[in-house]
């Protein structure tokens, strides 16, 4: 994560948001002066009322008066309509476009970024804080606009209206204002705070919630009600000093603007007596008072929610501006499209970013011809995943190359490298949809006629068929209803179906029955016709006719060639294929 953004870049990030709809904004800024401007005006239309009309007993000018009120209050009424209309539309507009901007930058980033977060908390910043932030923008940011063009204006008129009295009354705003800036920032503190335990909550909901069967079969509920239970504790406790200072900020700043219109009253009744000033002038100059007094209370009791706002925005822009070398470094070249390409990997050293004093790969140098099929084997932790991550361009190498086609990766767009490879991984991946779409997910153009080709060729078509609904049947979240052979012939009828040159398959280590290996053994072999076959492999029995194994030891390629050449050569790999009784 980036270091706290201040409040003035926050807001300029909001206001940044809100720069494509100036219309838009322009009519809200203008409904919102002329509704303020109208109930000023009101204050006017009493003091005429009570001065000319009321106190002079003349009923035309009363009857004018009444009128022209009433058409004050009407154009005041249409202001609102528009103000409320479209503010609350833009406070929409922008939380949308803040989740639109986030969710584009979140797909970019490299999975190293998210192995250091919690996806809970990444979707509890998309959910409650861009929420507080539509909120915010659509309600009390025009509460508080409006209030603090009321509380200027009423200022402005009460000083037209009576001079000496509201000299007096201004002797007050320092001490409305002290309490604001006083607890403010504390309230804002404290709601940055609160929103980061309820991104804590949601984390763990969304760990608990997806590992349910392991919480359930460790009888591991008890524990996980404890757990969240004390977060749902913090949460509260948070909440509670946020709630009791924004109470204190509404209570203080309420307290001495009552304070100030009773004192200000007394003070001018005493002028009506001694007929320094008129009746009407003080009607009008206590309904600006109570006005002015109102529209600070609001303002005080809007701005703790704005400052909140500040707060979640603080944390939807420290995603968007998350810190990522590769997305720094990515250039604009692009890998040319060739189904005949050579891999070649030269001198390559690669640590991890998190741990730079621990070389994972050293000194790799491979070149893999067009159509060859290539596994590689070794211990657990030896790299072999590693090499996938930069072959997909997921990380640069610290030295070294890799170069498809001749081309340098490192120098070729995510996009245009990764448009290559066709990948199927260990666990695979199923998505909350049809098995049509499942399967599509490869190619998204594809018909529902290549779908099915690509699924036959998978084998993966005789069970589909017999699925419910067939290719429309929905397979839940993470696939649930297959078994582990059928959800791997449906990843590989994906890579089919998908037709990259570069295939990387991560071999399940899953046990399958006989016939349910074999079937996926053939899908394999029809995915891997023709095309370029990288494969980490657990069990050796299944590379007994891949071209070359390459054996990795402590990130560097130890040995290679054929199964027998390797069996009658290399120790380990020797041993290895002892442990799976292949000698
Ligand atoms: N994101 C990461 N950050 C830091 N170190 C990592 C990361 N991923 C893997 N490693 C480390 O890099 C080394 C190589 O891991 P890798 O996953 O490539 O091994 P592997 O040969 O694929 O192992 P396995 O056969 O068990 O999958 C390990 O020591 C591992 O702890």
Redesign the pocket.
Known sequence: MTAKPSTKKVLGWIISFLAPYKKKVFFAGIALFLGSATWLALGQGIRLFIDSGFLSGESDTLSHLVGLMLAIVMVGCIATFFRAYLVTWLGERVSADIRLAVFNRLLSLS??YF?EQRTGEIISRFTADATLLQTVVGMSLSMALRSSVTAFGGIIMMLFTSFKLAALALIAVPLVLAPIAIFGKKVKTLARDSQDKVADVGAHLDETLHEIHTVQSYTHEYQDRMLFGQRIASVMNAAESRIFYRSLLITVVMAFSLAAVTLVSWYGALQVVQNNISAGELTAFLFYAVMVASAVATLSAVIGDILRAVGASERMMELQFANDNLIKSQPANELSDNPNSTIEISNLCF?????AL?P??QDINLTIKPGERVA?V????????????LLLRFYLPNSGYVSINSQDISQCSNESVRKQFAIVP?ESVIFATSVFENVRYGRTDATLDEVKKACIAARADEFISSLSDGYETQLGERGTRLSGGQKQRIAIARAILSNRPILLL?EATSALDAVSESKVQQALDNLMQGRTSII?A?RLATVRNVDRILL?EN?TISASGSHDYLVANNETYRKLAELQLLT
């Open positions: 999975p190293h192995q640590s991890y970013p998190n741990d621990s994972v790969l590689l070794g211990p657990s932790g030896a790299g072999k995943s590693t090499l996938f991550q260990q991560d980490i657990h990795i990130g």
